[in-house]
């Protein structure tokens, strides 16, 4: 065979693409886009994103797809998305990988005039305590905690003890000021206690432009909570795959091959171990 065919035959066999064999199943975040899927007239379009088709397990570009790691994890603490209008729909939202790592996890979406039972029904559930997660210089100083409880749920029932509630983070999954609305407009958030986190680093969101670095993703403030809940392990994975994530995400939208043999990569593998 001519070598000048050789050569890209050779080079497509090595960036074949990473497609599972079975897709996994979909998770709130997931239903929730096919919710807004349904309801649109016309099709999504992402601003500056990937072009051409997608898989719809990662939203990634088959050549760069992520499905098939098996990161979902069982943990103490809870995570319930409350979604803007369309950021179920953009490629660049971290929610959808919040869903990939934690079990259990809920998205609604927000509306200003209608709030889904279900969701009302989760706040309501006498296994969660929910918090709210919203910077505390914003709320009234009573309502403001720094901490989550922390007690041993088997240790405190082998006590005789009352059962501990779970932790529940309310992230509001959105723009900044659409954030902000959704705080001020949510009466069903009113007399839930507000987490307020100081964390030290910087964002490391590379998806999306931020005036502010102290302005942090989905995925980054959900990977605080869980190691602030005792989840460090969900933690940790969450925060490596949000680096892996972004690799894929970035080289797929320059047309390059992702390094799956990279510092990412090997962070979240040994996260996984």
């Given at each position: ?70 990161l ?84 405190h ?11 529940l ?13 959704m ?29 502010r ?42 047309q ?18």
């Amino acid at each position: 065979m001519d070598e000048a065919i050789k050569a890209p035959l050779a080079t497509q066999a090595h960036q074949a693409p990473h497609i599972p064999k079975v897709q996994p199943p979909p998770h709130a975040v997931s239903r929730l886009r096919a919710e807004r899927l349904a309801r649109s007239s016309k099709p999504f379009l992402a601003r500056g994103g990937i072009k051409g088709v997608r898989c719809p397990g990662c939203r990634l570009v088959p050549s760069h797809c992520l499905c098939g790691l098996g990161l979902l994890q069982s943990t103490r603490a809870g995570v319930c998305l409350l979604m803007a209008d369309i950021e179920p729909l953009k490629p660049s939202n971290t929610g959808w990988l919040v869903a990939d790592v934690v079990a259990d996890t809920f998205a609604f979406g927000w509306s200003r005039t209608e709030t889904d039972p279900a969701l009302l029904a989760l706040l309501a559930d006498p296994q969660w305590q929910p918090y709210v997660v919203f910077p505390g210089e914003f709320v009234r100083p009573e309502r403001v905690v720094h901490t989550v409880d922390m007690v041993d749920v088997a240790s405190h029932a082998q006590d005789g003890g009352l059962p501990s509630k779970r932790p529940l983070f309310i992230l509001l999954d959105a723009t900044w000021a659409e954030a902000r609305k959704m705080f001020r407009k949510g009466p069903y958030l009113d007399a839930l206690p507000v987490l307020s986190l100081h964390p030290a680093q910087i964002s490391r969101y590379q998806l999306r432009r931020s005036r502010r670095d102290d302005h942090f993703c989905t995925s980054e403030v959900a990977a605080l909570c869980l190691e602030l809940a005792g989840d460090v392990a969900a933690a940790h994975t969450l925060e490596a795959y949000l680096d892996v994530y972004t690799h894929h995400y970035l080289r797929a939208k320059q047309q390059l091959p992702a390094d799956r043999a990279g510092e990412a990569h090997a962070r979240l593998r040994a996260g996984m171990v």
